[in-house]
């Protein structure tokens, strides 16, 4: 690996730990603010500790352990699928939205909203690239949007589609994070496919 490589992995992971240093709620770990931020983005099919799981790479056991603390702190709660009566889902309370404007991240994307807009684009691009990459690597699902997912049928003329799903996406579906992402192929001008 080139060195120039080794320095930028580790400037991606000083940026984590710089921006979490920040935390003003000295009560939760990183992994618990990764879990705040995770319920309040994932879509109604992916808030559950196994999507979880997937999402933070780490062990069911330990994702269920950090759900079960902030369900302890009151700021998540439980509520039975309805898609699914087997199943649990897990959504936000009021108190854990109210932590989440606390975010330590905050400061993070405030530094990334004053880059120059296609500075920012050129670096989302790259890192949605690298995140699928080392997701396929480790044999891990690329979480994503909607928006940038090749199960969605969108058209200007009728609403999106989730073929994978087989459901009608609303609005606030397409930004939301999904367990069942495959991200789109793009092609290059040399006719090389991209993420």
């Known amino acids: ?26 009560r939760l770990t990183p992994a618990q603010w990764t879990a705040l931020r995770f319920f309040a983005r994932a879509n109604r099919l992916s808030r559950t500790p196994s999507a979880f799981s997937e999402f933070h790479a780490t062990t069911r056991g330990t994702a269920s352990q950090t759900v079960k603390s902030l369900v302890a702190l009151g700021l998540l709660e439980r509520h039975r699928n309805e898609d699914d009566g087997r199943s649990i889902r897990f959504e936000l309370t009021p108190a854990g939205h109210e932590v989440l404007q606390q975010d330590p991240l905050k400061a993070l994307a405030r530094a990334l909203e004053a880059l120059p807009q296609p500075t920012r684009d050129t670096l989302f691009a790259a890192l949605r690239q690298v995140a699928c990459d080392l997701a396929d690597d480790r044999q891990s699902p690329a979480f994503g949007t909607c928006a940038d997912c090749a199960h969605c049928e969108s058209t200007s003329e009728a609403p999106a589609f989730c073929r994978c799903a087989a459901a009608t996406l609303g609005a606030s579906d397409m930004g939301a994070l999904c367990i069942e992402f495959s991200p789109r192929r793009q092609t290059r001008k ?5 993420i």
């Open 190 to 194: 040399d006719g090389e496919h991209l």
């Open 1 to 26: 690996m080139s060195s120039s490589a080794d320095h930028g992995a580790e400037i991606i992971v000083h940026l984590a730990r710089l921006a979490h240093s920040g935390a003003s709620d000295a």
